[in-house]
């Protein structure tokens, strides 16, 4: 995966976390992920298409989930409550948003986002491509940013390249 596609999301884990919460993000060094169950229990979902097609996931601690919603909303919401679901689902798509905005040369749209809650659950990304974890740690707690995107204009351009090659 290309690193200038992970850098987007660092910064905007950090913008959107400092401007809508007041919280600062340390973004601890990336890993590649080694198994298929989420980092956490929260996960958001959201899918990504056009020129850099995969997933992002935003998975939390649920204490610290429950701690990050409260800043964000301004009240305590229960983790059983659509409002946290939606309160989860709106950082996950502010996050990969504002990371897209800054893929160079590149287009991309995301999708709507889903929210999954429960320990050991799995989220599966294409087989076929890595999932790069960026560690978070707050004053609220831990969460990950699970990044599983592959950039469809490297392809083009290679199957374009195999292409000229056989002519």
Do not use: W
């Not at 995969?54 to 229960?78: D, K, M, N, P, Y």
């Amino acid at each position: 995966m290309d690193p200038a596609l992970i850098t987007p999301f660092i910064k905007s884990v950090q913008n959107v976390f400092a401007t809508m919460l007041q919280l600062p993000v340390e973004v601890e060094a990336p890993k590649i992920k080694d198994k298929s169950s989420t980092t956490y229990d929260v996960s958001a979902i959201i899918g990504m298409s056009g020129d850099c097609v995969g997933s992002v996931v935003l998975s939390f601690e649920l204490e610290s989930a429950l701690r990050i919603v409260a800043l964000f909303t301004g009240s305590e919401i229960q983790s059983d409550s659509p409002d946290f679901a939606d309160a989860v689902g709106e950082l996950v798509n502010m996050i990969s948003g504002g990371a897209k905005a800054n893929f160079v040369g590149r287009k991309a749209s995301i999708s709507t986002p889903s929210v999954v809650l429960g320990a050991r659950h799995v989220v599966t990304a294409q087989k076929d491509q890595p999932v790069i974890i960026l560690p978070c740690v707050t004053d609220c707690g831990r969460f990950a940013i699970e990044v599983s995107i592959q950039d469809q204009t490297e392809s083009a351009g290679q199957t374009a390249q195999a292409a000229g090659a056989k002519a």
